[in-house]
């Protein structure tokens, strides 16, 4: 699989990654960090102990990487959650479906990415 190939099997902007980045070649580094990110676990181990501020900075994170690489899906859905945890004191159920959007993005994301490496 190509870094192209990967961006559209993710629904990603491969133009403006390469209007950034401007070499695969660099996509592809950047992209492949990911693998190891901590991001994604942190935010679900941090809403799994109700510690909302950890989860808001794990989201935050998530969606300032998927912006900077133009993976857009999961910087929508990051995003959304993110605004949803600013200023969270509790959890709440109506972040469910925000969690289960983001997770379903990074799920996908990662997939097509281990494809890549």
């Known amino acids: 699989m190509t870094v192209k190939e990967c961006y559209e099997a993710i629904g990603a ?39 909302m501020s950890e ?4 989201a935050h994170t998530l ?7 133009s993976l857009t899906p999961l910087f929508q859905s990051a995003s959304e959650l993110a605004e949803r945890l600013r200023n969270a004191q509790d959890y709440s159920e109506d972040m469910e479906p ?4 983001v997770k379903k993005d990074y799920t996908h994301m990662i997939d097509c990415i281990r494809q890549l490496a």
């Open 63 to 69: 969606k300032g990487v998927c912006q900077n690489l």
């Open 13 to 51: 902007d491969y133009e403006d990654v390469m209007g950034r980045l401007r070499k695969d070649e660099r996509v592809q580094k950047f992209v492949l960090k990911l693998l190891d990110d901590k991001s994604y676990e942190l935010l679900e181990n941090s809403v799994a102990s109700k510690d």
């Open 55 to 58: 989860a808001f900075r794990a």
């Open 98 to 101: 925000l969690l289960e959007q």
